[in-house]
T-cell receptor, first 112, second 113 residues
Framework: EAQVTQNPRYLITVTGKKLTVTCSQN?????MSWYRQDPGLGLRQIYY???????DKGDVPEGYKVSRKEKRNFPLILESPSPNQTSLYFC???????????FGEGSRLTVL | LAKTTQPISMDSYEGQEVNITCSHN???????ITWYQQFPSQGPRFIIQ?????VTNEVASLFIPADRKSSTLSLPRVSLSDTAVYYC??????????????WGAGTKLIIKP
């Protein structure tokens, strides 16, 4: 089954404790992206990647890092989480020649 | 980036046809119009995409007038499970390498028995 898998789905952590949210897709998509969704603000793009070893900032990259060492994986790293990073995070992917984004189930992160 | 305007919320009843209209006055020549559906705490799911006139698939139809400044998503014979938030987005998935989209608040559709 074609899917985008995120882990963990839920996480409660404390300020400053490094964490990684993993994202993996099994559709051989070139493009992957991370979004955060906050009430009243819609989905905002954090980082995106056009292919392996090619990443770039989205609209709200501060406090986040990403890497794309393999085509299927695109982890989101919070080196020193802060409470304002409490949010619902989504990973998405697509092929280079379509407009259809495939989203993961989401990861709800709470930073205390 | 083209911004869209759509109603904040809509109500309808099971079995009815629902039409959600989206305004995108500054749509660019290469932009496509795409609709997504999102259930609470789930990722958005692609519904339909079009460039002009009419597009139909197994779940919805998309009507786009000649000036492309608006579009209408039509959901035939809705059921309770169609209760969700619907997003209208415009962007160029082919020339824009990032395919950057502006996700607004969407339209919260509530289907009643």
């Amino acid at each position: 089954e074609a899917q985008v898998t995120q882990n963990p789905r839920y996480l409660i952590t404390v300020t400053g404790k490094k964490l990684t949210v993993t994202c993996s897709q099994n559709m051989n998509h070139e493009y992957m992206s991370w979004y955060r969704q906050d009430p009243g603000l819609g989905l905002r793009q954090i980082y995106y990647s056009m292919n392996v070893e090619v990443t770039d900032k989205g609209d709200v990259p501060e406090g986040y890092k990403v890497s794309r060492k393999e085509k299927r994986n695109f982890p989101l790293i919070l080196e020193s989480p802060s409470p304002n990073q409490t949010s619902l995070y989504f990973c998405a992917s697509r092929t280079a020649n379509t407009g259809e984004l495939f989203f993961g189930e989401g990861s709800r992160l709470t930073v205390l | 980036l083209a911004k869209t305007t759509q109603p904040i919320s809509m109500d309808s009843y099971e079995g009815q046809e629902v039409n959600i209209t989206c305004s995108h006055n500054n749509i660019a020549t290469n932009d496509y119009i795409t609709w997504y559906q999102q259930f609470p705490s789930q990722g958005p799911r692609f519904i339909i995409q079009g460039y002009k006139t009419k597009v139909t698939n197994e779940v919805a139809s998309l009507f786009i007038p000649a000036d492309r400044k608006s579009s209408t998503l039509s959901l035939p014979r809705v059921s309770l499970s169609d209760t969700a938030v619907y997003y209208c987005l415009v962007g160029d998935p082919f020339m824009d390498s990032n395919y950057q989209l502006i996700w607004g608040a969407g339209t919260k559709l509530i289907i009643k028995p």
